[in-house]
């Protein structure tokens, strides 16, 4: 049997860093906003070459208090891919605002820069970019855009930790970089953790005080602020953990190396192009007979995924909110298949799934 995910084997390398970092957080006697968490927010600045980091509960929370520190007029429109992860659009609702759906491209599944212009309006105030699958959005292209119309950029980087376009890295473009330490994510906690990057001075004093109840000095409260704190023993974690990033992006870039070498071209592989480097967050490929490969697989003790199975504009809980229809979005939803590129699998694992993969597409593809 192959998992798509296991998160013991996962964490396995870091046990030990963990218990010793647990140790010290423990024998601190400081649970709340410590060192622990200052000490992984200058350390994850650093990593993503930004002058500011602050922790936050959980990677949706870092998306909602980006957009607030904005204090936009409440309905103001926000673009926002069509094929994202849920979590994006609500952020937007959440923040008393209204997203707009643009749809993605169809070879690199991230939003298309070509069709963000015509759905600006009078009333948008913002893009909400998000590296999808692992993989950089054309920000040199958009940010021009974003510039041109006088609109605010957050980048949610929840699958691309690490990830660069041209070399510059994620959570450095826009105004916000808002992550997830989800535990499957690339940097990943024992629990809920997210992050917020900028260089803004201003906008980091405005985002600190908001996670903790709108606070600058105890009890005195600036803002209608929220408890969302990063968790200072997931803090530790994150830092031990942080310190082997780039070896385990190198990993799953390694996995996806081998991948595209043995996969047939009768799926649709990810495209690779020159100037981005991807860390394969999820590795997916494309086929109408997608359900059907997934059942096979099964039967040949091979785990996989689906991300996503349903688009945001047809979730029951978003009825009412889009118009129009996002064909792209629905072709991928319908044909995507993720496949397991985790840190404790193997190129022979590898190998024993293209294989697999291999024999279903001559009999049925
Ligand atoms: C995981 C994820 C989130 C949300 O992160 P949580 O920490 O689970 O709140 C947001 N956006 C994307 C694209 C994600 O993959």
Redesign the pocket.
């Known amino acids: 049997m192959i998992d798509y995910e296991n998160l013991y084997w996962l964490n396995k390398p870091f046990f030990e860093d963990y218990k010793q970092s647990f140790e010290e957080t423990l024998n601190s006697g400081w649970y709340v906003l410590g060192k622990s968490v200052s000490d992984f927010e200058n350390e994850f600045a650093s990593y993503c070459h930004v002058d500011h980091c602050i922790g936050v509960a ?6 909602i208090l980006s957009l607030k520190a904005f204090d936009f007029p409440k309905n103001k429109e926000v673009l926002v891919p069509s094929n ?2 849920i ?2 659009i609500l952020a937007i609702l959440h923040a008393g605002l209204k997203p707009v759906l643009v749809e993605p491209d169809i070879r690199t599944y991230n939003i298309d820069p070509d069709k963000i212009e015509e759905k600006i309006t009078k009333d948008t105030v913002a893009i909400m970019v ?1 590296h ?1 699958y692992g993989k950089c959005c054309e920000m040199d292209r958009i940010m021009k855009l974003a510039a041109a119309h006088n609109l605010k950029v957050v980048e ?1 980087c ?2 691309a930790h690490g990830a660069t376009q041209h070399g510059k890295i994620v959570g450095s473009f826009g105004d916000f970089g ?1 992550f ?3 535990p499957t ?1 690339n940097l990943g906690a024992l629990g ?3 992050a917020i990057t900028t260089t803004s001075d201003e906008l980091t004093e405005k985002v600190r005080a908001l996670r903790n109840y709108g606070s600058r000095i105890k009890y005195i409260n600036d803002y209608i602020g929220y408890n969302s704190r990063l968790d200072e023993v997931q803090a530790g974690f994150l830092s031990k953990k942080l310190k082997r990033l780039d070896e385990i992006n190198a990993h799953k870039r390694r996995l996806a190396n081998a991948y595209l070498e043995l996969l047939s071209d009768r799926v649709t592989k990810p495209v690779v192009e020159e100037g981005y480097f991807d860390v394969y ?1 999820i590795f997916n490929i494309r086929t109408p007979k997608r359900d059907q490969l997934k059942e096979y697989l099964m039967e040949q003790g091979i785990k996989t995924e689906i991300h996503y199975p349903i688009p945001p504009h047809q979730q029951k809980g978003l009825a009412g909110v889009f118009e129009g229809s996002f064909p792209i979005s629905e072709e991928i939803h319908a044909t995507t298949l993720s496949l397991p590129i985790s840190f404790f699998h193997t190129e022979e694992d590898m190998a024993q799934i293209a294989e697999a993969i291999n024999t279903f597409a001559q009999l049925h593809l």
């Open positions: 959980n990677g949706l929370d870092a998306l994202t992860y979590a994006t998000v999808l949610d929840a699958q808002a997830s330490f989800y994510k809920d953790a997210g967050h």
